[in-house]
Antibody
Framework: QLQLQESGPGLVKPSETLSLTCTVS??????????WGWIRQPPGKGLEWIGS???????YYNPSLKSRVTISVDTSKNQFSLKLSSVTAADTAVYFC?????????????WGQGTLVTVSS | EIVLTQSPGTLSLSPGERATLSCRASQSVSSRYLAWYQQKPGQAPRLLIY???SRATGIPDRFSGSGSGTDFTLTISRLAPEDFAVYYC?????????FGQGTRLEIK
């Protein structure tokens, strides 16, 4: 059974960089034809797609966040990561990693449990 | 980007009743690339429907999706106690992927 697990600091200071990692188990990132993505949800609000990556390193980002987002993949560790720079309180959210479809723009069928990141000094 | 508007914001029904949730897109969603998710408090969203009408693995057949173009519907034929949650639609026909604001299904 495929499982995804987010990890990283739960508290980030304003103007700093948020860094999260998603570890995939029960399947290999590089042996499948899926994209892997990040989605966030501010407390009490809806969902926002951040971006996706293929095991080869091809990335697709939400234009609203593109200038601040970097998603990378480490196939040797079966992980992919998110970096969001210059954070503000508006970036406080639960961040989910998820498996997406065989194209970059797709639905998500497996999700991590999510991790709350609070931006505060 | 495509804006999805879900209605109603909150739906109050009793177990055993039929639920009809609506998702309207600001422009046509190509190839019926519309998905529905269920989310319970403290949990990740759970994929219910993709391709507007295809049930995801393990989803009970009381859940069904329909629609095309700009108007889509999620129907739950007979509400079970575990169905009370927030439901989101998502379009993936064009980038960026976007979600609706959600419909809260609560027990009446």
């Amino acid at each position: 059974q495929l499982q995804l697990q987010e990890s990283g600091p739960g508290l980030v200071k304003p103007s700093e960089t948020l860094s999260l990692t998603c570890t995939v188990s029960g399947g290999s990132i590089s042996s499948s034809n899926y994209y892997w993505g990040w989605i966030r949800q501010p407390p009490g609000k809806g969902l926002e797609w951040i971006g996706s990556i293929y095991y080869s390193g091809s990335t697709y980002y939400n234009p609203s966040l593109k200038s601040r987002v970097t998603i990378s993949v480490d196939t040797s560790k079966n992980q992919f990561s998110l970096k969001l720079s210059s954070v503000t309180a508006a970036d406080t959210a639960v961040y989910f990693c998820a498996r997406q479809g065989v194209v970059a723009v797709s639905y998500s069928d497996y999700w991590g449990q999510g991790t709350l990141v609070t931006v505060s000094s | 980007e495509i804006v999805l508007t879900q209605s109603p914001g909150t739906l109050s029904l009793s177990p055993g009743e039929r639920a009809t949730l609506s998702c309207r897109a600001s422009q046509s969603v190509s190839s019926r690339y519309l998905a529905w998710y269920q989310q319970k408090p403290g949990q990740a969203p759970r994929l219910l429907i993709y391709g507007a009408a295809s049930r995801a693995t393990g989803i009970p057949d009381r859940f069904s999706g329909s629609g095309s173009g700009t108007d889509f519907t999620l129907t739950i034929s007979r509400l079970a106690p575990e169905d009370f949650a927030v439901y989101y639609c998502q379009q993936y026909g064009s980038s960026p992927v976007t979600f609706g604001q959600g419909t809260r299904l609560e027990i009446k």
